[in-house]
């Protein structure tokens, strides 16, 4: 049996209330596409009757479904790149299992790798999530982009699609805090992006906190650029220049008026934004120094506790 062409990872946790209607869309538009296929469920240690319904829809569609089941929560791009590390396919499509990326925009991804695309990103049509994390994701997106040099329009969509020489590099990463978009659109020689529906969650309830989120952004930006440590670098000099001129400023009005009360708020201000640029800054350096802390350690992304496939048959040699 030859392996499929297209190979869809989707990482799961906590979905019970979802799958089933996952599971009658997403059959449904991989059978039409007309393409040899496989789905991979990677259950990031779900804590419901999550890990149940996918041992059941792997006993119902065996041909076509495999289930990865971690041993505990390790965090989505964990999950997904245990999804990686087991895929057959030469298109590997990742798609969250919540319905906000609707299965039905996976044969325009298909198409454009077809074309030539090693790498295709995509770009939601009209976001249906909370105005603050639209306005947040906006903000952080620009911010990125002018940080680490990594154009990708639309981040935080999960469906994507990768050439498997794309996935290659990837799986050969030691990094542990891998952010899987950004480190694709590094390694693709040919990438572009979509723009693709986006419905409101059919069920259940987003993942990702607001303190989430943030330390989703520190990750992505210490992670590919030492930019904020070179801001701060400047900044500290401009302050210390700023600050000995105020020195000298202050001495004058000393000798040549004599010592004053008024202003001392004043200074009170000054101090305290100081201290706050300084605190900041020891707080991104602690940042790249927790991300040294977390590599040295070596720990491994994830730990399988079962894989439910089909057995593949085993080649006869000739006679």
Not at 27 to 39: D, P, Q, T
Not at 154 to 170: A, K
Not at 286 to 301: A, D, S
Request: glycine fraction near 6%; charged fraction near 20%.
């Amino acid at each position: 049996m030859s392996d499929p062409e297209i190979s869809v990872v989707i990482p799961v946790y906590n979905e019970e209330s979802v799958l089933s209607l996952l599971f009658e869309r997403l059959y449904a538009v991989m059978e039409r596409l007309g393409r040899s296929y496989e789905i991979i469920f990677v259950d990031d240690g779900s804590r419901d009757q999550t890990p149940r319904l996918l041992q059941q829809q792997f006993k119902q569609m065996p041909a076509t479904t495999r289930v990865i089941i971690l041993k505990t929560n390790f965090g989505q791009h964990a999950a997904i790149m245990a999804g990686f590390g087991h895929c057959r396919g030469d298109y590997i499509i990742t798609l969250d299992a919540d319905l906000q990326n609707p299965p039905e925009e996976i044969p325009n991804i298909v198409h454009k790798m077809d074309a030539g695309y090693d790498y295709v990103g995509t770009i939601r049509r009209k976001r249906q999530d909370r105005l603050w994390r639209q306005v947040a994701g906006r903000l952080m997106n620009r911010m990125r982009e002018k940080i680490t040099h990594i154009r990708i329009t639309d981040q935080g969509c999960m469906l994507r699609g990768y050439h498997r020489e794309v996935i290659q590099p990837l799986l050969s990463s030691q990094e542990y805090f891998t952010f899987i978009p950004a480190l694709a659109y590094l390694y693709a020689a040919n990438s572009t992006e979509i723009v693709v529906e986006h419905e409101e969650r059919a069920a259940g309830r987003s993942k990702y906190s607001l303190f989430a989120l943030v330390q989703l952004y520190f990750d992505l930006m210490t992670g590919f650029s030492s930019a904020p440590l070179r801001f701060f670098s400047l900044t500290g000099i401009a302050v210390a220049m700023a600050s000995l001129v105020f020195v000298f400023y202050l001495t004058l009005r000393r000798l040549m008026i004599g010592p004053e009360v008024e202003g001392v708020f004043t200074l009170f201000a000054i101090a305290f934004f100081l201290i706050g640029i300084s605190l900041f800054g020891m707080g991104m350096m602690g940042e790249y120094l927790g991300r040294i802390y977390h590599q040295t350690k070596q720990r491994p992304r994830y730990l399988i506790h079962k894989v439910l496939e089909q057995p593949q048959p085993t080649a006869v040699p000739p006679a």
